[in-house]
């Protein structure tokens, strides 16, 4: 949103899963201070819609979506529901019907161009060859095992997008890697699965020794990136993949949770595994609880593999291992994302994306002590 406001002199409306507009109001205007503190946005140009992503017409009454169909002229979709223990069923209202009411709203009234933030995950991201790449023009029918309703959902919004295209609505589409907080600010979303998975080693005081690397992509790249490449015209209708280009080893991030002052110590897999089921039961509290699902859950039959129609993905295909849930999205990836579309679209401005290095995890460890996600370190190593 700030980019947009920053950048454009555009109205926005934003829907908001909320009872009331001052509710609404009061939902954004919380997240904007916990995110952008010191930002003043004028409030005329932010107008909360009160509706729900999951329900036909986006919860509003007929006549209300269809005046907003009438009033608007861009739409942003960056909307979904994130899990990833949840199954496909319970996660294709919001996933796949709200893109669905998405592309029926920038069909309705005039035809509105279309932005929609995806997921690298709508391509599988372990058991690949060596030196496999993927680019932003390959197609989705490529066959491969997508575990978990939540990737299964993202391929098939982007399938939906993807027809919306060929029949010739504008439609534009984002694939970030995992995001982290701003490369200046430090400000992060304490919610997401990768602040919670460093709060919890250092929780526990030890971390997994993996060979493997996660991609971290601070969100200021992510946003200014996605403004800059919809405001123009000559990139509409493309794909572009949001990546840093340097992944960060998983023992060096461990290396930098120790600079920063916390005592944590690598070890197998499996003994980490256990000493986080075990921890879990006892402190309910803690970030290692919500990691439970993930890291006690079992495959329960074969992840199906995608193809040109919606395959049946209503089983629940959750796995053991960190191949599969947290390596598959986190380390160890077997697929590299090429972005060259996205470089040659941004080119002539000044928006790259920052490298994530230890300066700028110190950043991230000053707003999560700062905010009270974590506790101030007891001494510094080194």
């Not at 592309?103 to 690298?120: F, I």
């Not at 005081?205 to 992510?222: I, K, N, Q, R, S």
């Not at 897999?269 to 879990?280: F, G, N, P």
């Amino acid at each position: 949103m700030q980019e947009l406001l920053q950048h454009t002199e555009a109205t926005i409306y934003c829907l908001v899963r909320c009872a009331d507009v001052p509710e609404g109001r009061r939902r954004i205007e919380r997240n904007l201070a916990t995110y952008l503190p010191g930002s003043d946005p004028p409030r005329s140009r932010i107008v909360p819609v009160a509706g729900d992503l999951s329900q036909p017409l986006l919860g509003l009454p007929r006549g209300e979506f269809d005046a907003l169909a009438a009033e608007i002229d861009t739409i942003y979709h960056n909307g979904a529901a994130v899990n990833w223990i949840s199954s496909y069923s319970r996660l294709k209202s919001a996933n796949v019907g709200g893109t669905h009411e998405i592309l029926r709203l920038a069909s309705s009234s005039t035809v509105k161009p279309v932005h929609v933030v995806s997921s690298l995950s709508v391509f599988p991201l372990v058991g690949n060859r060596r030196g496999k790449a993927v680019r932003e023009q390959d197609s989705l029918d490529h066959g491969g095992v997508l575990y978990g309703g939540y990737t299964q959902s993202k391929w098939v919004a982007e399938k939906l997008a993807a027809t919306a295209r060929r029949r010739g609505l504008p439609v534009t589409v984002y694939r970030p890697g995992i995001i982290t907080g701003h490369s200046r600010t430090g400000a992060w979303n304490t919610d997401d699965f990768m602040s919670r998975l460093v709060k919890s080693w250092i929780e526990l005081g030890c971390a997994p020794d993996l060979d493997g690397a996660t991609d971290m992509t601070p969100v200021d790249y992510v946003s200014s990136a996605i403004v800059r490449l919809s405001l123009s015209r000559q990139q509409r209708g493309k794909v572009f993949h949001l990546v840093n280009p340097r992944q960060i080893h998983i023992r060096e991030l461990v290396a930098w949770i120790r600079s920063s002052g916390y005592p944590v110590e690598r070890v197998p897999y499996d003994r980490w595994r256990m000493e986080l089921l075990s921890r879990a039961g006892r402190f309910k509290d803690e970030a290692v609880y919500s990691l439970v699902p993930l890291f006690s859950a079992r495959t329960s039959g074969q992840a199906p593999r995608t193809g040109d129609s919606e395959p049946d993905l209503n089983g629940q295909n959750t796995v053991d291992q960190l191949g599969s849930i947290m390596a598959a999205e986190y380390a160890a990836r077997s697929v590299e994302f090429d972005d060259q579309q996205a470089r040659d679209g941004l080119a002539g401005s000044s928006i790259v994306c920052p490298l994530v290095d230890a300066e700028v995890f110190a950043r991230y460890f000053s707003y999560f002590v700062r905010t009270g996600f974590l506790h101030a370190p007891a001494f510094r190593d080194g």
